[in-house]
C-alpha cells in the first residue's frame, strides 16, 4: 500500500487540533497508509528517515507549492504500489541547517505556522490532494 510517514519534533498539545487531525486521517485510511513518527531529536530524525527514499521538508524558505502541485508531487512518489513518501516538521524552534540541506524543502506558505497548525495543514493538503487526483469537488 502507499504510505505517507510523517516525522514531527514538536507534540500536539491543543484538543481541537486533534480532533481535526483524526478527521483527516480517517478520510485517508481508504487512500493511502498514514504513519506518524514524534521524534525527540534530529539524531532521531535523521535515523528514522534512511529508509524512505522520498522525504520533504516543509519550510517557510522551502518552494513554494500551492495544492495542485503538491498533489502532483505525492502523485510522482506514490505511483507505484508500496510507494512511500516522507515530510518532516520541526518543533517550536525550526530545523537544523543540517537537515534543511539534507532534504528538499518545500512551502505552503511564505507565512510561519506553529508546529501543530502545519501538522493539521499538512494532512488536510494530503487529502486534498488526493481528491485533487480524483477529480472531486472537495477542492473547489
Not at 487540533?17 to 514524534?38: A, D
Not at 513518501?85 to 506553529?114: A, V
Request: contains cysteine; aromatic residues 10%; glycine residues 6%.
Amino acid at each position: 500500500m502507499k504510505t505517507v510517514t510523517l516525522f514531527t519534533l514538536g507534540k500536539i498539545r491543543e484538543e481541537w487540533i486533534k480532533e481535526m487531525i483524526q478527521k483527516y486521517l480517517k478520510r485517508l485510511k481508504t487512500e493511502v497508509s498514514f504513519q506518524w513518527v514524534q521524534v525527540k531529536s534530529e539524531n532521531q530524525l535523521l535515523a528514522k528517515t534512511k529508509e524512505i527514499a522520498n522525504v520533504y521538508c516543509l519550510d517557510a524558505l522551502g518552494k513554494l507549492m500551492d495544492s495542485e502541485a503538491f498533489s502532483q508531487l505525492l502523485g510522482l512518489h506514490l505511483q507505484e504500489g508500496n510507494a512511500k513518501i516522507g515530510f518532516i516538521i520541526g518543533g517550536p524552534e525550526g530545523l537544523s541547517n543540517e537537515i534543511k540541506q539534507k532534504f528538499p524543502l518545500i512551502s505552503f506558505s511564505p507565512m510561519t505556522f506553529t508546529s501543530q497548525i502545519t501538522i493539521l495543514l499538512l494532512i488536510e493538503q494530503i487529502y486534498r490532494a488526493f481528491e485533487i487526483a480524483k477529480g472531486s469537488k472537495y477542492h473547489k
